[in-house]
């Protein structure tokens, strides 16, 4: 067991089988086990559930999951949580997102979200995002109808259950102090540019 911060992060001997499980499916796609779910593994059915919903969600679905983790960056950007800054930037380039687009959202938060290389839906997105995080009451009818011009109501849902789960996992991460999960040196070694 390591501690790191304010809660044991837990390491696959030390879980339940189910749990074990899920490091092991975490470290096959993502190439590491995230501290989260190492610190989460303290109530075994938290981490389980919150893989269930973030594969449901991140997943492609309505909206392509790489699109729901640069929301993702640009939401942990905006809260100020390093940890989701770097784990959804490796997500989002395990998961296919240009790199110009990723630079484009580390650079800087809204300006560069709205002069960059996205589309007008993707730019959308990152208006909602910037909304919401300030409060959920921001989006009045008229931000909401733009919302409908480009996305569908499907759409809609995914990325507001993805801008709601990124606010409040940084709340999580930064109130246990879990530290930043390491990139893998394999992530690394395949970036490009």
């Given at each position: 067991?390591?501690?790191?911060?304010r809660?044991?992060?837990l390491?696959?001997?030390?879980?339940?089988?189910?749990v074990?499980?899920?490091?092991?499916?975490?470290?096959?796609?993502?190439?590491?086990v995230p501290?989260?779910?190492?610190?989460?593994?303290?109530?075994?059915?938290?981490?389980?559930g919150?893989?269930?919903?973030l594969?449901?969600?991140?997943?492609?679905g309505?909206l392509?999951g790489?699109y729901?983790e640069?929301?993702g960056i640009y939401?942990?950007r905006?809260?100020?949580c390093?940890?989701g800054?770097t784990?959804?930037?490796?997500?989002a380039r395990?998961?296919g997102a240009?790199?110009?687009?990723i630079?484009?959202?580390l650079?800087?938060?809204?300006?560069?979200?709205?002069?960059?290389?996205?589309?007008?839906?993707?730019?959308?997105?990152f208006?909602?995002a910037?909304?919401?995080?300030?409060?959920?009451?921001g989006?009045d009818?008229?931000?909401f109808?733009a919302?409908?011009?480009?996305f569908?109501?499907?759409q809609?849902?995914e990325?507001f259950a993805?801008?709601?789960?990124?606010?409040m996992?940084p709340?999580?991460?930064?109130?246990?102090?879990?530290?930043?999960?390491?990139?893998?040196a394999e992530a690394l070694?395949g970036r490009?540019?």
């Amino acid at each position: 067991m390591r501690v790191a911060g304010r809660i044991p992060m837990l390491e696959r001997e030390q879980v339940p089988p189910d749990v074990a499980n899920l490091y092991d499916a975490l470290l096959a796609t993502r190439g590491v086990v995230p501290n989260m779910f190492k610190a989460l593994a303290n109530a075994p059915a938290l981490a389980l559930g919150f893989a269930g919903l973030l594969k449901a969600m991140l997943s492609d679905g309505a909206l392509p999951g790489w699109y729901k983790e640069l929301i993702g960056i640009y939401v942990s950007r905006l809260s100020g949580c390093e940890y989701g800054v770097t784990a959804h930037t490796l997500s989002a380039r395990q998961k296919g997102a240009a790199e110009e687009k990723i630079a484009a959202v580390l650079a800087n938060v809204l300006d560069e979200a709205e002069r960059g290389p996205f589309s007008e839906n993707e730019k959308a997105g990152f208006r909602a995002a910037e909304i919401l995080h300030h409060s959920p009451h921001g989006v009045d009818d008229a931000t909401f109808a733009a919302l409908q011009r480009v996305f569908n109501d499907a759409q809609i849902v995914e990325l507001f259950a993805t801008i709601g789960a990124f606010e409040m996992f940084p709340r999580l991460i930064e109130g246990l102090q879990i530290p930043t999960t390491p990139v893998p040196a394999e992530a690394l070694a395949g970036r490009k540019g």
